[in-house]
T-cell receptor, first 116, second 112 residues
Framework: DTEVTQTPKHLVMGMTNKKSLKCEQH?????MYWYKQKAKKPPELMFV???????INESVPSRFSPECPNSSLLNLHLHALQPEDSALYLC???????????????FGEGSRLTVL | DQQVKQNSPSLSVQEGRISILNCDYT??????FLWYKKYPAEGPTFLIS?????DKNEDGRFTVFLNKSAKHLSLHIVPSQPGDSAVYFC???????????FGRGTQLTVWP
């Protein structure tokens, strides 16, 4: 199994809503990532979890709240988002974050978020 | 500051010909380089990689060349097929860390 599974594939929410994006992998990877991608732009790193601990927060606004319940799951909780937060949110995993591994990230298909 | 640059936003190639996608980087400490392919509405898919100790890596129709002195790498696709039409992202990393630094991508269109 070399898949990273993201749900939902599409999400439309209002600025006062609370929603969550979910990500799952069963490759035994110990590093998981959230990236944000806008049209015609490269993926931008948001968060990195290494061994279920938050290692990197790229100065992401607090209206985005990541959670890593276990080594296979990664959530992104969304609250009070703005229309400019509309984007494709990509989850990825890799063997490890630091100290080795191949450097290869496996990406999910993404969750397309629209904030009205 | 963009540490990985893909200066050609698009490339159009006829089916059967060679596609050459280019990438430049500024940080000489990068030691691992990857190419990802992305179709619309899908996440990026890993294509091929190269370690800085090599200057060439080949996988089927795909070959990546690395010129460390020029801080330049390229992806060659031979022969190009219409199914190769996608956005190609170059990425670089420090092999001790899993974080990738992406270029802006090049839209490849292969026409029959």
């Amino acid at each position: 199994d070399t898949e990273v599974t993201q749900t939902p594939k599409h999400l439309v929410m209002g600025m006062t809503n609370k929603k969550s994006l979910k990500c799952e992998q069963h490759m035994g990877h110990r590093a998981m990532y959230w990236y944000k991608q806008k049209a015609k732009k490269p993926p931008e790193l948001m968060f990195v979890y290494s061994y279920e601990k938050l290692s990197i927060n790229e100065s992401v606004p607090s209206r985005f709240s990541p959670e890593c319940p276990n080594s296979s799951l990664l959530n992104l909780h969304l609250h009070a988002l703005q229309p400019e937060d509309s984007a494709l949110y990509l989850c990825a995993s890799s063997q490890v974050y630091a100290g080795g591994g191949t450097g290869e990230l496996f990406f999910g298909e993404g969750s397309r978020l629209t904030v009205l | 500051d963009q540490q990985v640059k893909q200066n050609s936003p698009s490339l159009s190639v006829q089916e059967g010909r060679i596609s050459i996608l280019n990438c430049d980087y500024t940080n000489s400490m990068f030691d691992y380089f990857l190419w990802y392919k992305k179709y619309p509405a899908e996440g990026p898919t890993f294509l091929i990689s190269i370690s800085s100790i090599k200057d060439k890596n080949e996988d089927g129709r795909f070959t990546v060349f690395l010129n460390k002195s020029a801080k330049h790498l390229s992806l060659h696709i031979v022969p190009s097929q219409p199914g190769d039409s996608a956005v190609y992202f170059c990425a670089a990393s420090f092999s001790t860390l899993g974080r990738l630094y992406f270029g802006r991508g090049t839209q490849l269109t292969v026409w029959p």
